[in-house]
């Protein structure tokens, strides 16, 4: 009686063992695919991933990771399909992406982005507290850096903050600055190698709502003929 029990103990386990194994392998791993825009993008170019176009047949994709130098790292782990990227050098770059389905299977997908390199390579940053957030009175600081990379003349950078933030220059790269407008004009001609950073602080009035804010700038120069938004670092959320 007892081996009896025993028997049908071990029987009911190894059923529910196989029950376990063909479910694990009927589970279809998902199929990766991606799509990215624009084309042919320079390093000023907010590049978007979208890989919505991957499936999994019989769940759903939980969870999406982004290669964006080919090194096999992973640089950005996501749970929606899109994402965004700006690339610092011209080159022709391997994008890898992992999805995950529902069931920890996975789908992997590489393709090639072709980036050239802008006449001006140019990065605006934040310095915000650890937070993230700033609290009205309080001051951000602004640094945009210009990379050249051909000979360029005629060099304009135009930033526009929130109305009614003060404006306090701190490092104006060589440039003339017309304060009223935020505008700096360079007269010189660059050569391709040198770097021109400009520095601003920028006060949030006592008043500001809670709220976030962007920032908008145009990079333009007269030859080459150039107009590139200025890309990077832009919002600032204030939090009272
Ligand atoms: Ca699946
Ligand atoms: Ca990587
Ligand atoms: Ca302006």
């Not at 029990?5 to 009927?26: F, N, P």
């Not at 210009?146 to 109305?163: A, F, H, S, W």
């Not at 017309?178 to 040198?194: A, D, V």
Request: charged share 20%; glycine share 8%; hydrophobic share 35%.
């Amino acid at each position: 009686m007892r081996s009896s029990l025993k028997r049908l103990i071990l029987l009911t386990t190894l059923g529910l063992l196989m029950v376990s194994c063909a479910e694990a392998q009927s589970n279809i791993p998902p199929r990766a695919d991606f799509r990215f825009s624009p084309q042919n993008p320079d390093t000023n170019t907010l590049v978007t991933f979208d890989a919505s176009s991957s499936k999994d047949p019989d769940g759903s994709i939980v969870k999406y990771e982004w290669d964006f130098n080919g090194d096999g790292k992973f640089d950005e782990i996501k749970t929606v399909p899109t994402t965004t990227r700006l690339f610092d050098r011209a080159g022709e770059w391997r994008i890898n992406l992992r999805v995950t389905d529902n069931r920890g299977a996975t789908g992997s997908i590489s393709k090639i982005v072709k980036v050239t390199e802008a006449p001006v390579t140019v990065r605006r940053s934040l310095a915000l507290p650890p937070s993230g957030t700033v609290a009205p009175g309080q001051t951000v600081r602004v640094i945009i850096v210009l990379r050249i990379n051909q000979t360029i003349n005629g060099l304009g950078l135009d930033e526009d903050p929130p109305k009614g933030w003060t404006v306090k220059e701190v490092q104006n790269g060589g440039a003339i600055l017309k304060k009223s407008e935020l505008q700096w004009l360079w007269t010189q001609r660059f050569s391709p190698g040198q770097t021109i950073a400009v520095i601003y602080d920028l006060i949030v009035p006592t008043t500001t709502p809670t709220s976030t804010f962007s920032l908008k700038g145009l990079l333009t120069s007269f030859s080459p003929r150039l107009a590139a938004p200025v890309v990077g670092d832009s919002e600032i959320r204030v939090s009272r």
